[in-house]
């Protein structure tokens, strides 16, 4: 079956710089969009960033352009998430989600399969 598995969370500070990764395995990896999504608690699952199959097409929520920047090796069938210049507000449980052929959406509705998360706590 699909495994997604996140790892790199931790506790940093405001300004420091964490890279996130999910390896995923039972899908053919290079048919996916990949969806990073974040959730804190008693709020919703929000997007973060998202990058199609072929690692050409990339998008991100307003809150973190410029700071994130999502990217996705088909060769190791790992997908990455390095966020640069971390606020208090990006705390949360952040995690990675598959689309097959997907177009890169913000739902997580639309995303079939979902990793078990990494937490991130940033310190001000």
């Known amino acids: 079956q699909v495994q997604l598995i996140e790892s790199g969370g931790g506790l940093v500070q405001a300004g420091d710089s964490l890279r996130l990764s999910c390896t995923a395995s039972g899908l053919t990896f290079s048919k996916y969009t990949m969806g990073w999504f974040r959730q804190s608690p008693g709020k919703e699952r929000r997007f973060v960033a998202g990058?199609?199959?072929?690692?050409?097409?990339?998008n991100y929520a307003d809150s973190v352009k410029g700071r994130f920047t999502v990217s996705r090796d088909n060769a190791k069938n790992q997908v990455y998430l390095q966020m640069n210049n971390l606020k208090p507000e990006d705390t949360a449980t952040y995690y990675c989600?598959?689309?097959?052929w997907g177009a890169g959406s913000y739902r997580s509705i639309d995303y079939e399969s979902w990793g078990q998360g990494t937490q991130v706590t940033v310190s001000s």
């Open positions: 990058i199609n199959w072929g690692g050409r097409k990339t």
């Open positions: 989600a598959a689309d097959q």
